[in-house]
């Protein structure tokens, strides 16, 4: 796991007004499978083509008792038409919790600098079609028991060297609650 600060990210955290949060980057590779009817939430955090949607689960409900989480995420191509994505850097997630002050702490995604990619970073996605992962997000003990989890995809490039025009973004999911391990002596809300 590389971890890279970044400038900071506005989110809505759960007490309804909005929180300044550090960020941080986690890489993953993915492949490509077609995945008819699957339903979306997303809400983006730069406007996407109005065809892209990220959709985040976990992998089995319940109280995480480790530290970290199973989730899956799809990058979906709800349109007619095929857009081109470019994966790196790809896949990152967020995390946000209330602490007992009445103040959110929390960390999110950040992205290394832009670097010169070879074709095989882009990918076309067709109508209907999705990138879709499984992996291990980490977590830790909160004072309130309880965790937000976003996930946030960046296609960083454009590939119009390779004659490409695909999408250049972010598009983030649906904040999700995780219930996680209460600490109220946990140094988690400490700045």
């Known amino acids: 796991m590389q971890r890279t600060p970044a400038a900071p990210l506005m989110r809505k955290p759960l007490g309804g007004k909005p929180a300044r949060t550090p960020v941080v980057l986690l890489s993953l590779s993915v492949g490509c ?9 997303a809400t983006p955090a730069v406007a996407p083509p109005p065809a892209l ?4 689960a976990l992998a089995a409900p319940g109280i995480v008792t480790s530290n970290s989480v199973a ?6 191509n709800l349109g007619q038409q095929p857009v081109y994505i470019c994966e790196w850097p790809g896949i990152a997630f967020s995390r946000a919790w209330d602490c007992p002050n009445g103040s959110e702490a929390g960390d999110g995604p950040g992205y290394p600098d832009s670097r010169t990619l070879a074709r095989s970073y882009f990918r076309q996605l067709g109508p209907g079609e999705s990138l879709i992962a499984h992996t291990r997000v980490d977590l830790w003990p909160t004072p309130t028991g309880k965790l937000l989890l976003r996930a946030e995809f960046r296609s960083d490039q454009d590939g119009r060297e390779y004659g490409l025009s695909a999408w250049k973004g972010t598009i983030s999911s649906a904040w999700i609650l995780v219930d996680v391990p209460r600490d109220e002596t946990s140094n988690s809300c400490e700045k």
Not at 33 to 41: P, V
Not at 53 to 56: A, D, F, G, Q, R
Request: a positive charge; hydrophobic letters at 40%; charged letters at 15%.
């Open 33 to 41: 499978l077609s995945q008819a009817g699957m339903h979306s939430r």
């Open 53 to 56: 949607t990220l959709h985040l």
């Open 71 to 76: 989730v899956e995420w799809q990058l979906r």
